[in-house]
């Protein structure tokens, strides 16, 4: 079982930047693709980034160029660089991690807020 502990959520304006951060409590952890998911009040959750152990990334149209993810190995620690935030962006952020094998994300963190005002 791999636990997840997202933070660096909170309130920015709009146009501003915010740095989210999750750390998981594996061993392997260079093994697991690790994603960040979003979910916005009344809506489903959506995949926003995310990172193969081999460093490829795949980003959400509505955040490319804006967003960046990445992975420190060492810090057992996947990021999202958030730049140009909009109001839009404002949800609930989850991480998550699946090994090769999994068909979707099994491990999910408890989430983290962030509200972008206008």
């Known amino acids: 079982q791999v636990q997840l502990v997202e933070s660096g959520g909170g309130l920015v304006q709009a146009g501003g930047s915010l740095t989210l951060s999750c750390v998981a409590s594996?061993?392997?952890?260079?093994?697991?693709?690790m994603g960040w998911y979003r979910q916005a009040p009344g809506k489903e959750r959506e995949l926003v980034a995310q990172?193969?152990?081999?460093?490829?990334?795949d980003y959400a149209d509505s955040v490319k160029d804006r967003f960046t993810i990445s992975r420190d190995n060492a810090k057992n620690t996947v990021y999202l660089l958030m730049n140009n935030l909009k109001p839009g962006d404002t949800a609930v952020y989850y991480c998550?991690?699946?090994?090769?094998?999994?068909?979707?994300?099994?491990?999910w963190g408890q989430g983290t807020q962030v509200t972008v005002s206008s």
């Open positions: 998550a991690a699946k090994l090769y094998f999994h068909s979707g994300y099994p491990y």
């Open positions: 594996t061993r392997t952890f260079s093994n697991y693709a």
């Open positions: 990172i193969t152990s081999g460093l490829s990334t």
